[in-house]
């Protein structure tokens, strides 16, 4: 069958199988390497992008029932030339250990910044529980959080 | 000449005061990572892949009366179904001792060992396919339990003793000391297995090159550890392997071990029976079956002090559940054992570690190696003792630490002050006796909610020292473009370690760190470097970067000496300039010029710690080149009717010796206490008679977002080792090492109460809780 979607503001028709993943669909067919894969079942967010903006676990969801919706992953996340905020500020805090938690982690707090610039820390903190970080990052991601929204 | 000449800038680099090393910088890495750009190994799959999965057996320990893999081989989509006799070369995938074989053969002696490999055209054949392999088990008792294990007669894990190892300290007259003593107790604490759950599981990849090569792509922390075993499971000369590390999500240990062999080693066969990519990759649960994990240990600590607080004897019994094959437990019992009295000196010790063969699942390298086991049941007997003598938890520290002079358990002299600095900097950082005060008062107000502080001390032998030759070796070369390109066998999988090779590049040869690019770990373009473990690679590593670097500097000063008229020896290198006598030159110039005239600018740096000391009759001796301090004050809120401990405050200080690069310490000190945190708190791994019953992230949770201490302090403290590259002392591990203890320790404080085994979870607390007031 096939599915219908702009990712990251680019239109991508593609065929696609009734049972594949949309995390496979992004990762393979169309090469956004970045959507990372850590269970498989929903439990740790690293596959997370953003549908219409909201965060969905890309491993849970169907690529069919994306079609018509718009994708963002952080291969989208910066005007083409210039990095997000958010982006600049993960490398200025020192956020990145292994890297592999990173684009979700970003993504998240993207729609939350785009939804409530001004998050509290339990917000941030509540927003970035859909995220598993084993080297444990979490106050670095707050702390950019919070640089970005200073301004 | 040159060799002189490089000594000289190693003079002149440590005189001055650094232009890099030491502020604040970007991991090198860091940009590509917001960019998702970093390729994972399996980001680096093209087109059709097969796909390898294993059979694992159902039971812990049985013998295997038949495989029949008939009704696997024949479904469709399967290319080839291996067992054991398939193997070319040797059957053994043991990432240090020989005792693991690739699959199992005769017996099994856990759950999920690898008994057979399933290659099909897609995962989904593969993984179905792997559950009509027919494997035919004779069960045989299942044993769990160490003790049980230790017992003569007990059944036999392997065809040996089921005690590995009985590793001994022997110092001083200990009945005596105990005889002296005032006050004498005794004490059991028992720890659990956790995982060390690196987000990205074990894979690799793996194609045959023109010519007949394979060409393995694998998510490792010891690239030559998997080389040099693939090729023996294989029986290929060497020059038909190469091993790519990708970028790695995640080690904390389980990366150096075994796992990787076994993932590499599936692929690689696949590819060597089908000569096409083949890629193998553990799912969650497998990941969380058969990681190497850390090792439960079983500690009792008998403790004699004066009533002044003067500890005079100290007695540990230490059992380590090593799982079913040894992996690194063998060393793991040495590190606990070395380390089991504290950062504390004690005239007479005697200590008896033995590392057991189980049933259970295997235990191994794991982030802290035996160090937060050993730590935690030392500081809570220290802590009980106190209570025993009627002093604070800092006056009996304050009585006891290692100081310049003062004796280990190894009687080994320590010659710095650091454990001091960190005690002094966490106690201030935290106000300690304002909060005892402040939380006096809370605990006086609330009847349900009850706060505690409580504080735990480290001393870190650093890197290997007995656990194996601590060399490294890093290859640095400049391009045309001017761009110092730095490759080694040590690898990168989130410590930032790799960034500090680089900063010690560039402050040696006064460049922006821009200028320096880190180049791909691969065993067709570097010699072993040793294995990236032991928190050792900016210590060691970094002293093998700064040799080559220095290389550089003294070969490109000839030339620039040259194009200046000046001594090699008094040129300055800073800002991408080479200047002498009020004239200049830009490194790109003199870079071009050594081009010109064919002077290479390729050397190969090489780094190798002074051999360590110590009889293994009585432990006594040197064991270490240098140690690591920390001292870490833990502020909780207990909920005593749910039995929820939260975390408030964290102030970790820790004698890094040089802080290389200080942004990457905060993030590993913050993510180390959380880990540590997570061990303290919630995580075990559970092993219901051999069985893992919760293999998955939703039955074992880790510390998440939500989880983490309203506040952490990083402090850094600076007292120059004798080993590392400028000073440093060894990090990436040490922040996992305290939160136990010192989280454990508030809970004491809190609630009065000494909760002797890990995981505090809500349970245990409440029935502590519940048991004290019977």
């Known amino acids: ?151 | 000449m040159s060799e002189e000449i490089a000594r000289r800038f190693r003079e002149i680099l440590e005189a001055r005061e650094f232009l890099i090393v030491g502020k604040k910088v970007a991991r090198v890495d860091a940009l590509d990572a917001v960019l998702g750009k970093p390729l994972y190994t399996a980001d680096l799959v093209s087109g059709k892949t097969l796909y390898v999965k294993a059979v694992r057996s159902k039971i812990p320990h049985g013998y295997i009366r038949k495989i029949d893999t008939s009704p696997a081989a024949s479904r469709q989509g399967i290319v080839k179904v291996l067992t054991h006799r398939d193997i070319p070369g040797v059957n053994d995938a043991g990432s240090l001792i020989s005792d693991r074989p690739l699959l199992a053969y005769e017996k099994v002696r856990h759950i999920g060992e690898a008994v057979a490999l399933v290659v099909g055209e897609s995962l989904e054949a593969a993984e179905e396919a792997a559950d009509h392999v027919e494997v035919d088990y004779d069960p045989l008792p299942v044993v769990t339990n160490p003790r049980d294990a230790m017992k003569p007669g007990a059944p036999r894990i392997q065809d040996r003793d089921n005690i590995v190892t009985h590793f001994k300290i022997r110092k001083g007259d200990v009945e005596k000391g105990f005889k002296e003593s005032d006050v004498v107790i005794e004490r059991t604490y028992r720890t659990q297995f956790i995982t060390g759950l690196p987000l990205e599981t074990e894979i690799a990849y793996s194609f045959l090159e023109e010519g007949g090569r394979i060409t393995c792509i694998v998510s490792t922390q010891n690239l030559y550890d998997v080389y040099n075993k693939v090729v023996k499971i294989l029986g290929v000369p060497g020059e038909k392997l190469r091993v790519i590390q990708a970028a790695t999500g995640g080690g904390f240990g389980p990366k150096s071990d075994e796992t990787p062999i076994d993932v590499a080693a599936y692929a690689c066969l696949a590819t060597y029976f089908t000569g096409k990519p083949a890629l193998a990759a553990f799912s969650r649960s497998e990941a969380m079956t058969v990681q190497c994990k850390r090792h439960p240990f079983e500690i009792t600590n008998m403790v004699g002090a004066r009533n002044d607080g003067k500890l005079l004897a100290w007695r540990s019994t230490l059992i380590e559940d090593t799982g079913a094959y040894i992996s690194k437990g063998h060393l793991v019992i040495g590190r606990a054992t070395f380390h089991c009295t504290g950062p504390y000196e004690v005239p007479n010790v005697w200590a008896d570690g033995y590392c057991v063969l189980t049933n259970n699942t295997m235990a191994g390298s794991t982030r802290g190696f035996g160090a937060p086991q050993a730590h935690f049941a030392a500081e809570m007997v220290l802590n009980e003792l106190a209570e025993e003598l009627g002093l604070s938890p800092l006056e009996i520290r304050e009585i006891n630490m290692l100081r310049p002079g003062s004796l280990t358990a190894t009687s080994q002299k320590i010659e710095d002050d650091g454990l001091l600095k960190c005690y002094q900097r966490a106690v201030e950082a935290s106000e300690w006796e304002k909060r005892v005060r402040e939380i006096r008062e809370f605990n006086r107000a609330n009847k349900v909610l009850k706060k505690g502080i409580g504080i735990a001390m480290l001393y870190h032998g650093n890197t290997l020292g007995p656990e194996g030759d601590d060399f490294a070796t890093v290859i640095t070369y400049v391009e045309r473009d001017g761009k110092v390109v730095v490759q080694t066998g040590l690898t990168e999988y989130g410590t930032g370690a790799l960034t500090s090779l680089a900063i010690v590049t560039a402050e040696t040869l006064g460049l922006p760190l821009s200028m320096v690019k880190l180049e791909r770990p691969d065993t067709a373009a570097v010699p072993n470097a040793g294995p990236t473990v032991a928190s050792r690679t900016t210590v060691i590593g970094g002293q093998a970067a700064l040799d080559a670097a220095l290389k550089i500097r003294a070969t490109v000063a000839q030339v620039a000496a040259k194009m200046l008229s000046a001594n090699p020896a008094d040129l300055e290198f800073r800002d991408g300039l080479v200047k002498a006598n009020g004239r200049t030159v830009t490194w790109n110039e003199v870079v071009n010029q050594c081009f010109e005239e064919n002077i290479s600018l390729r050397v190969v740096g090489y780094y190798i710690a002074p051999p360590t000391k110590w009889d293994p009759e009585t432990g006594q001796g040197a064991p270490y080149n240098q140690y690591t301090y920390g001292a870490l004050v833990a502020e909780v809120t207990v909920d005593t009717e749910t039995g929820v401990v939260k975390v408030d405050r964290l102030t970790a200080a820790y004698d890094v010796g040089r802080a290389i690069n200080p942004l990457g310490l905060v993030a590993v000190y913050e993510g180390g206490s959380i880990m540590g945190q997570g061990y303290a708190l919630m995580e075990k791994i559970v092993h219901d008679d051999g069985v893992v019953i919760n293999p998955n992230l939703h039955t074992y949770v880790i510390p998440t977002a939500s989880d983490t201490p309203d506040e952490i302090r990083s402090i850094i403290v600076e007292v120059k080792g004798s080993m590392g590259v400028f000073g440093a002392k060894a990090m990436g591990e040490i922040p996992v090492v305290l939160p136990a203890a010192s989280i454990a320790a508030a809970v004491a404080n809190a609630t009065g109460i000494y909760i002797r085994e890990l995981p505090l979870t809500p349970q245990r607390v409440l029935e502590e809780l519940h048991k004290s007031r019977q």
Do not use: W
């Not at chain 1, 690293?46 to 029932?65: E, H, R, T, W």
């Not at chain 1, 952080?74 to 993960?90: N, S």
């Not at chain 1, 409530?116 to 917000?123: F, L, M, Q, S």
């Open chain 1, 1 to 151: 069958m096939k599915a219908e979607f702009m990712v990251n503001d680019v239109k991508y028709v593609v065929e696609v199988e009734p049972n594949e993943r949309l995390s496979d669909v992004l990762r393979r067919k169309l090469g956004f390497v970045s959507v990372k894969e850590g269970c498989g079942v929903g439990d740790c967010g690293l596959c997370i992008v953003l549908l219409d903006g909201k965060p969905v676990n890309s491993c849970l969801m169907l690529a069919y029932q994306a079609s018509g919706h718009r994708i963002t992953t952080v291969e989208g996340m910066g005007d083409g030339t210039r990095l997000h905020p958010l982006q600049q500020a993960f490398i200025d805090v020192g956020a990145v250990q292994c890297g592999f938690c990173i684009p979700a982690a970003l993504l998240v707090l993207k729609h939350l910044h785009d939804t409530k610039p001004d998050a509290d820390r339990e917000e941030v903190r509540h927003a970035l529980r859909s995220v598993l970080c084993r080297c444990g990052s979490y106050i670095r991601f707050e702390e950019a959080f919070k640089q970005v929204s200073r301004r």
